[in-house]
């Protein structure tokens, strides 16, 4: 059952010690992981059948967390973060860098789509995507692309959908996923923020 970050904090976290606080954070990134381990590698599972569904669900998880760390700072103590957050902050904080977003997806099938995204100081330059810069930064935050894999691979399927992702940054160290016939968790609402057909 799903409740509102604040109830979670009230019924999970609140009055336990740091340790336990700790432990009950561990518990939220299992799910994570297991509803990211759904959504990329079990499309057609049951779990995927369930309501709401995964995506829906690791949201709300999510928000979870954003709340427990907010519990955490007015406690004054120290949250670790996994490595996952540290990957996905370490990204977040280069996002005010970003010169271009350049997505290519193809398939046997469907054809091709290719969308280029730039940014000129509060504008974004694209033919779709109209936002204020901080908007899609902060809509761009959300997805958690900082934990991407590299490369998302699917040997037994060989026609089908490849794509990749270029985020070139004005500091070098672009970012690049790319995949075939597998796809990240958050590819669909990726792809939604620039403006472009869902494909999973």
Known sequence: MMMAPETFVD???????????????????????????????????????????????????????????????????????????????????????????TVDCSGFLCGGEERTITFDWEKILADQVVKRREDFIGQLKSLHLGEWEKEYENPGVCDGIQWSVEIRFSSGKDFRSSGSNHFPFSFNAFLDLMGMSEVV
Not at 50 to 73: H, K, M, W
């Open 11 to 101: 019924m999970q976290i609140r009055g336990k010690s740091r340790e336990d606080a700790l432990l009950e954070v561990g518990k939220l990134w299992e799910e994570i992981r297991y509803l990211k381990h759904v959504i990329e590698e079990e499309p057609d599972s049951e779990e995927r059948m369930i309501r709401p569904s995964p995506e829906t669900r690791l949201s709300v998880l999510r928000d979870y967390l954003d709340t427990t760390r907010d519990y955490f700072a007015s406690m004054v103590w120290e949250y670790d973060p996994t490595p996952e957050e540290e990957k996905d902050r370490a990204f977040n904080e280069r996002l005010q860098e970003m010169e271009s977003i």
